[in-house]
């Protein structure tokens, strides 16, 4: 179980590396209201080898899992090859789960989509289409929840100062305050903070996590996990960890 599972959650780690080349981080889904609760319900349920004899919605998620394990990621993805994956998602989705289980467990996950293709078009468009399609993902991102526009936002912000990471401080503070202002230095600079705090974190908690035999870690990952961050953050972690560890069925 723990090998299915682990395929399926590799799909999602793939993909998530690939956005992680673009210039400006992908919103931060950790930030979303429900926090894929019932999908990290299942998944966590999976984890720790419940059977679904008696669970229809375990059966049909497991399924699923194991469908969505095996589509192709692309290595180098364009427009086009997002767009066939995410298609290919959506049709799995459908297939498995009724409308308001679909609304429960991949709204966070389609909001991304949306968001990765309309990013990944403005990225390739030419300069004759780049005005129009920059202004249809601003409309699109005015119309989103507050939370996923200020997600949004912030990783804007990260991204500007990943660009002027080889500047000195001192020119790095007159590049923003001329082009953001006071406000959004100061926001940018909490920001930092916060990430190199979470960084940190993350490294002493894969430092405890990685010398631990695959048995070992499945039963002490949870509490680990728990000792070193809040609820919030465990989906981020989680996916961070498959990524960091390269954890492979």
């Known amino acids: 179980m723990r090998r299915i599972l682990l395929v399926a959650l590799s799909l999602g780690a793939a993909l998530l590396g690939a956005l992680l ?4 981080p992908a919103p931060d889904l950790a930030a979303a209201p429900e926090r894929g609760a019932l999908r990290h319900q299942l998944a966590q349920r999976l984890e720790l080898g419940e059977t679904d004899e008696e669970d229809a919605m375990l059966a049909r998620y497991r399924q699923f899992l194991r469908a969505e394990g095996s589509l192709t990621v692309p290595t180098d993805p364009g427009l086009a090859s997002l767009q066939l994956l995410f298609d290919e998602r ?3 989705r459908r297939q ?3 409308p308001a289980e679909q609304g429960s467990l991949f709204a966070e996950e389609r909001l991304m989509e949306q968001w990765t293709l309309r990013r990944k078009a403005l990225a390739e ?3 004759a289409d780049s ?3 920059g202004e249809e993902l601003a409309l699109w991102l005015a119309e989103q929840p507050q939370w996923f526009r200020e997600a949004e936002a912030n990783g804007r912000l990260l991204g500007d100062l990943q660009r002027l990471e080889r500047l000195s401080p001192a020119e ?12 959004a230095v100061d926001r940018l600079r909490q920001l930092a903070q916060s990430q190199q705090g979470f960084d940190r974190q993350l490294a002493g908690y894969l430092a405890e996590l990685e010398p631990l035999l695959p048995l070992e870690r499945a039963e002490q990952q949870q509490a680990i996990l728990a000792r070193w961050f809040e609820p919030g953050q465990w989906r981020r972690v989680e996916a961070l960890t498959r ?4 954890e492979r069925p």
């Open 21 to 24: 080349l673009w210039p400006e």
């Open 90 to 92: 959506e049709r799995l």
């Open 96 to 98: 498995h789960f009724s």
């Open 125 to 127: 468009a030419d300069a």
């Open 131 to 133: 005005e129009v399609l």
């Open 172 to 183: 790095r503070d007159a590049v923003l305050l001329e082009q953001l202002g006071p406000e």
């Open 243 to 246: 990524l960091r560890l390269g």
